[in-house]
């Protein structure tokens, strides 16, 4: 058993190819997911109550392993008639609509907002990525999130989708498990998400 946490985004995203690839190599290991934020996650595999977890950086707890698995590509994405967004002032309705606030891609979009001090109208909470980009295409407000999350939505001509720049631009996304808790699982896992890559302090 494998007892593995990812954000929404990545198990989405990521981890179908992963999981196909896990159970060509080893057919008999079974995997068990929970979804959450990076910091629930992290305390989770902290307290023993998940093996290894997917999150996005920063991770700075050196009890922690950390190897790099991901880097993601970040964008606005607004209703498919507004205009290029290249800064906060240029969106029409600032709504933003976000997961809660322990999620990183929320607060990346509020420290960009903060960052050319304009003050967002409000912050509606949403509980998936799906309702959030119907809630985009109806024109209710935009969203920050990961280009993968687009490639499997159905409606994504009904969007429109304007690139970041600078620390905005990208996230990159760990694997992470406990040090005095090495397992075998846990390499398998790491061997195909990371490709042996390691993570920079």
């Known amino acids: 058993m494998l007892r593995l946490g990812a954000m929404e985004s990545t198990a989405a995203v990521r981890l179908p ?12 290991l079974r995997v068990e997911l929970h979804s ?11 307290a023993g109550e998940l093996d290894a977890a997917l999150v996005v950086e920063p ?5 922690l392993e950390k190897r790099a698995a991901y880097v993601e590509e970040l964008v606005i994405v607004g209703p498919a008639e507004h205009a290029p967004i290249r800064s906060p002032k240029d969106v ?3 709504t933003l609509l976000a ?13 960009w907002f903060d960052r050319r001090r ?7 909470e949403m509980a998936s990525y799906h309702t ?27 969007l429109s989708v304007h690139p970041l720049s600078g620390r905005f631009h990208s996230a990159r996304t760990l694997l992470v498990w406990r040090k005095d808790a090495p397992q075998a699982n846990v390499a ?5 998400v990371t490709g042996g890559k390691k993570a920079r302090r």
Do not use: N, W
């Open 92 to 94: 029409r309705k600032r």
């Open 188 to 192: 398998a896992l790491a061997e195909i």
């Open 118 to 124: 304009v003050q967002p109208e409000r912050i509606v």
């Open 59 to 63: 991770v700075s707890d050196e009890r």
């Open 132 to 158: 959030m980009l119907g809630c985009v295409v109806a024109g209710m407000g935009v969203a920050l999130l990961p280009k993968g999350v687009l490639d499997a939505y159905a409606e994504r001509s009904r």
């Open 17 to 28: 190819a992963v999981f196909t690839a896990l159970q060509a190599r080893h057919p008999d």
């Open 99 to 111: 997961f809660h606030p322990g999620c990183p891609h929320r607060k990346r979009l509020e420290d």
């Open 36 to 46: 959450g934020d990076p910091q629930q996650l992290t305390s989770m595999v902290l």
